[in-house]
């Protein structure tokens, strides 16, 4: 009901960043200024379809149906632009994480909390990690992919594959024990560069063994997805 005191014009825009008229949806508006003439342009007007569609379920459900009682494990995919989600415009373009929840063998819900152009360093430095950390319960799984952009240079990123980088994917190893989920090391999957014989070349430096030996040392499974993405034979 929107009575006297109610702006007529509904939701408007913040900026071009913000556009709130995208996301918000207006539906059997009733009172003074109820008038759907004077909204905002590009307000939504929901039908009794879509209004259908709001429930308490579909709205704070989530991936349990708002049964914590039989919830279902999650997994917390922690890495770079090579595991993150791309919107549907950007398509064939896909991280590999944004590919994994049709092809779980276990009942499951994938997270995927990737970032492009994040590091081991700059995802827990923005506080990604620890806002992960909230949600972990036992049961769920923290998938770690980085190496990508710890190469690069600059301070916010780089990390040493000798030492700061097992370092910094140790704390992830220990938020997930911390709360009872399993934590599983990735390595990162081979860039599309190759030599003058068309054969891949490794780029990744010493950054995969770093995580081999991490995992090794701190009894945690292991998926090898840079020797899973280099093709050494290319008569096949």
């Known amino acids: 009901e929107m009575d006297a005191h109610v702006s007529p014009l509904g939701f408007i825009d913040w900026d071009e960043q913000r556009v709130i008229t995208e996301r918000c949806g207006e539906y059997a ?59 549907p415009e950007r398509s064939p373009m896909a ?26 360093k700059s995802f827990m430095n923005e506080q990604r990690l620890f806002f992960i950390s909230l949600c972990l319960r036992p049961g769920d799984r923290l998938v770690i992919s980085f190496g990508h952009n710890d ?18 994917l140790k704390l992830y190893l220990t938020a997930a024990r911390r709360h009872g989920a399993l934590p599983m090391l990735a390595t990162p999957i081979c860039r599309r ?21 991490l995992a090794d040392r701190e009894k945690v499974q292991l998926v090898e997805l840079e020797g899973a993405t280099w093709i050494a034979d290319f008569d096949l």
């Open 29 to 87: 508006t009733s009172g003074v200024n109820a008038d759907q003439a004077a909204r905002h342009p590009g307000q939504k007007r929901l039908s009794d379809e879509d209004a259908a569609c709001v429930t308490i379920t579909e709205v704070i459900g989530g991936y349990d149906g708002w049964r914590p009682d039989r919830r279902i494990p999650v997994w917390y995919l922690c890495g770079d632009s090579i595991m993150a989600n791309y919107p």
């Open 95 to 120: 991280g590999w994480g944004q590919m994994l929840q049709p092809l779980l063998t276990e009942p499951g819900f994938v997270e995927n909390c990737a970032v492009n152009g994040r590091s081991s």
């Open 151 to 168: 190469e690069k240079p600059d301070p916010a990123r780089h990390t040493d594959p000798e030492s700061t980088f097992p370092e910094y």
């Open 193 to 213: 560069l190759f030599d003058e014989a068309g054969r891949p070349v490794f780029t990744h430096g010493g950054y995969p063994e770093a995580m081999r030996r």
